[in-house]
C-alpha cells in the first residue's frame, strides 16, 4: 500500500488569486447578498448565508418556490406559500 505523501505531485495549473467573478446565464435573475447574510424577494427578506455577504446568487422561481443558487451549486430553497426557507 502507497501512502499520501508518495502519492502527491503539484498541480500544473498556475494558481490564480484573482479569479473572474462568476458569469450566470444572460436573462438569469441576479441579486447581491447583503452584509447580514439576506436577500429581498417577494416583499421579504430572506436569511441565505453570512459566508455569502457581498456576493451574487441567482434565484430560480419555480410556482411557490425559489431555489438560490451560487454559482452552480442550490444553496437555499425559499418556500414562498408557508414563508419559510427549507435547509
Same mark, same amino acid.
Request: contains cysteine.
Given at each position: &500500500?502507497?501512502?499520501?505523501?508518495?502519492?502527491? @505531485?503539484r498541480s500544473a495549473r498556475a494558481? =490564480?488569486? /484573482?479569479?473572474?467573478?462568476? #458569469?450566470? #446565464?444572460?436573462?438569469?435573475?441576479?441579486?447581491? !447578498?447583503?452584509?447580514?447574510?439576506? %436577500?429581498?424577494?417577494? @416583499?421579504?427578506?430572506? =436569511? %441565505?448565508?453570512? *459566508?455569502? *455577504?457581498? #456576493? $451574487? !446568487?441567482? &434565484?430560480? @422561481?419555480?410556482?411557490?418556490?425559489?431555489?438560490?443558487? /451560487?454559482? @452552480?451549486?442550490? %444553496? $437555499?430553497?425559499?418556500?414562498?406559500? =408557508?414563508?419559510?426557507?427549507?435547509?
Open positions: &500500500m502507497q501512502t499520501p505523501a508518495s502519492r502527491w @505531485r494558481y =490564480n488569486p /484573482h479569479p473572474a467573478p462568476w #458569469q450566470y #446565464q444572460e436573462g438569469a435573475t441576479v441579486v447581491k !447578498v447583503s452584509t447580514s447574510g439576506q %436577500i429581498w424577494t417577494e @416583499r421579504r427578506r430572506w =436569511n %441565505i448565508s453570512y *459566508a455569502l *455577504a457581498g #456576493q $451574487r !446568487v441567482e &434565484m430560480v @422561481r419555480l410556482q411557490d418556490r425559489v431555489l438560490v443558487y /451560487h454559482c @452552480r451549486t442550490l %444553496i $437555499r430553497e425559499l418556500d414562498l406559500a =408557508n414563508g419559510a426557507p427549507q435547509p
